[in-house]
């Protein structure tokens, strides 16, 4: 999560646009090193073929290897167009001349474009459809819960949606708003006795806000303080 505000920083600051592709059926693109066998699925067998099995000759979709095998072959790939993986961000890849800079962060089967000009990133675009059948998401708007807006070079994110749904899931869709987290004057103090409740259930909303701490700072103290004191709770 840290890499895709990592790119919309820099893209931010040197007012470029992000753009979004999305890899179809991406583990299915890899061959498998290992032998793998499977079962054949009871309405494809054939009476002569009764207790064959089928070996596998490209990744699946719940194996295990496949997440590997897909990130070695994107990993090949974008390699092979002189990209270079970051050193200490090892989704991010890098492609830079005198003339042209493109920043990719990679994320499973999504790709995050960032860079100038935009003649480079639409060249990126093509050579990934000739590999890779793609989806051209256009302009990068929503990604991992996270709403991004981008105006004339400027980058804004809010997660309104994420934090409707923990309100609604929470039953707190009509509950008073208020323009801080948290009233300063209040004291968290340590239960010693009460009603027994549903540890999962009060741990549940807390535990989504997390989520929205790593873009929402201000809201890092209350969170904090509650999933303290949660662990205090009768239960």
Partial sequence: METIRLLLAIAANNKWEVHQLDVKSAF?????KEEVYVTQPEEFI??????????????LYGLRQAPRAWNIKLDNTLKSLDF?????????????????????????????????????VDK???????????GDLGLLAYYLGIEV????????????ACASKILKE????????????????????????????????????PTSITEET????SVTVATELTLKKEKELPA
């Fill in 46 to 59: 054939k009476r002569q073929d009764n207790g064959k099995v089928y070996r596998l000759i490209k990744a």
């Fill in 84 to 120: 270079k993986k970051c050193a200490l961000e090892q989704s991010i890849y890098t492609k830079t001349s005198k003339d042209s800079t493109l920043l990719i962060g990679v994320y499973v089967d999504d790709l995050i474009i960032t860079g100038i000009p935009k003649e480079e």
């Fill in 149 to 160: 807006t981008q105006t004339n070079g400027d980058i804004s994110i809010k997660q309104s």
């Fill in 124 to 134: 990126f675009k093509s050579q990934k459809e000739e590999k890779f059948e793609m």
């Fill in 214 to 217: 790593r873009y929402m700072d």
């Fill in 28 to 32: 299915l693109h890899e061959d498998l």
């Fill in 170 to 205: 929470a039953g707190m869709l009509d509950c008073n708003e208020t323009l801080i987290p948290m009233d300063p004057r209040t004291s968290l103090t340590k239960i010693t006795e009460g009603t027994m409740v549903d540890s999962t259930e009060i741990m549940e909303s």
